[in-house]
């Protein structure tokens, strides 16, 4: 019998063991740069930003001119009769006639009420806000990396625990099958180490399968292969107290929906002014460089004609009245400048609490996890007593595993405890504009 409850506690060992090649050092670093490179979200972020770069390039400006080619032919046939002033009649029949021409024409635009001008940095701050709209993105995918990477931590550390938690059962059991062997205890103290160790062994394989589907999870955000198997970085920093409160000072100024906000005034007010250009009058400038050549029939009084040379023109134009739309168009455009004034507001204050609300939290967690250190310590103390008085006969196998259990829970609230607390300073990292700019 003692030979069989020795091999339960291997074959379970056996069968709980992954079976994997050697995982590679997955740091936070390179992480980072896996997702900037590869996540979905973020090239589609930086494919818009190209694009609002080349909208607010000069070719797309309006103050260049244009110019066109152009070239044409005619051929006709036609019966004709002519009858002259002198009173003769001339018929042909099948008269031919060609035309041939070319020419290159220059519009440009000298004043059209100030219209592209706006229009022209409107296309800039757009330009500006897409970048900020791609760093929103990538702040958030950063938040979420962080989130799923640091659970894969918190995982294998769970593991880590869990394993020594297996250890500790096995040998427990150990102890009490060479007891019972020699007459030193009943067959109850063998039972409950096997029926702990069971549940040991289950929870670790339940572990082992969390940690297996979360860094599938990574490996989504990463957009890499799904089966790739990695080890994490549990080493957890966290920002010096003196620089966290230089951001929280000017979180308002850097957070990014505040900085969109002005963005958006800014787009607004140039949509306002160049608005009212149709206001003003619009001045342009034409010219050409053409050719023709026509050859006639006898009816006509020339046998043919080729002309060549230059023109230029400059023309206003000014619409005093469109109906209305015009005028309509600037009330519109002062509606909505003043929207967006409001909702900058509103987004002030939400700002203000939210970045309130992840300080307290941050703090909140954080002595969390310095309680929760202090917890482990003391429940590691709590166990290895036990452990020694349990060798000493002076607590029972339940009372031992009691001691063993709150050793576990403490170790793993420890780890979640300082896990939240770093994710809640990410948050308010983010929050204040500063997430991408510190080393995790």
């Known amino acids: 019998m003692r030979t069989t409850y020795i091999l339960l506690p291997i074959f379970l060992m056996v069968l709980i063991l992954p079976l994997q090649g050697q995982e590679e050092k997955l740091t936070k670093e390179e992480a980072v740069k896996l997702t900037l490179e590869n996540n979905f979200g973020i090239v589609i972020a930086k494919n818009n930003v190209k694009v609002a770069e080349n909208n607010k390039g000069v070719l797309n400006s309006g103050f260049l001119p244009s110019l066109t080619a152009n070239s044409g032919a005619s051929y006709d046939n036609n019966d004709q009769e002519a009858t002259f002033q002198d009173g003769s009649v001339r018929a042909i029949d099948g008269a031919e006639t060609t035309r ?3 020419s290159l024409n220059l519009n440009y635009t000298l004043f059209d009420g100030l219209g592209r001008w706006y229009n022209y940095k409107r296309l800039k701050e757009e330009y500006n806000l897409s970048e900020l709209q791609a760093r929103e993105t990538i702040e958030t995918t950063m938040l979420q990396l962080f989130t799923v990477y640091f659970e894969v931590a918190r995982v294998t550390e769970n593991i880590g625990v869990l394993k020594d938690t297996y250890e500790n059962t096995e040998n427990r059991l150990k102890r009490a099958e060479y007891s019972f062997e020699y007459g030193q205890n009943n067959k109850l103290d063998v039972l409950n180490a096997q029926v702990d160790l069971v549940n040991d062994s289950i929870n670790l394989m339940n572990e082992r399968q969390a940690l297996m589907n979360t860094q599938r999870d990574l490996n989504v955000l ?6 790739v198997n990695f080890k994490v970085d549990t080493t957890i920093t966290f920002t010096n107290t003196i620089v966290l409160e ?3 000072n000017e979180g308002e100024s850097n957070n990014i ?4 906000a002005e963005k958006n ?5 140039y949509n306002l002014k160049a608005g009212k250009s149709v206001l003003l009058p619009t001045i342009g400038l034409t010219g050409s460089y053409g050719w023709n050549e026509g050859n006639f029939p006898a009816t006509n009084f020339l046998a043919s004609s080729a002309s060549t040379g230059f023109s230029a023109g400059v023309n ?11 005028i309509t168009q600037i009330k519109n455009a002062k509606i909505l400048l003043d929207s967006q004034e409001t909702l900058q507001q509103q987004i002030k204050q939400e700002i203000r609490r939210d970045i309130a ?4 939290n941050y703090e909140n967690r954080l002595q969390i996890y310095r309680l929760q250190e202090q917890n482990v310590s003391t429940a590691t103390n709590n166990f290895e007593r036990s452990n020694e008085r349990y060798k000493l006969g002076q607590i029972t196998s339940v009372e031992l595993r009691q001691a063993q259990l709150n050793l576990l ?24 504009g500063q997430l991408l700019n510190i080393a995790l």
Do not use: C, H, P, V
């Open 265 to 269: 005034i800014m787009i607004n007010d």
């Open 246 to 248: 230089e951001f929280l």
């Open 409 to 432: 829970n403490a170790k793993t609230s420890k780890n979640l405890a300082k896990y939240n607390a770093k994710l809640a300073e990410l948050q308010l990292l983010q929050l204040t």
């Open 100 to 102: 041939y021409n070319a």
């Open 357 to 360: 609300n992840a300080k307290g």
């Open 222 to 227: 990463l957009n890499r292969d799904l089966n």
């Open 257 to 260: 929906r505040m900085l969109q």
């Open 316 to 326: 206003l134009s000014w619409n005093l009245f469109n109906g209305g739309t015009g």
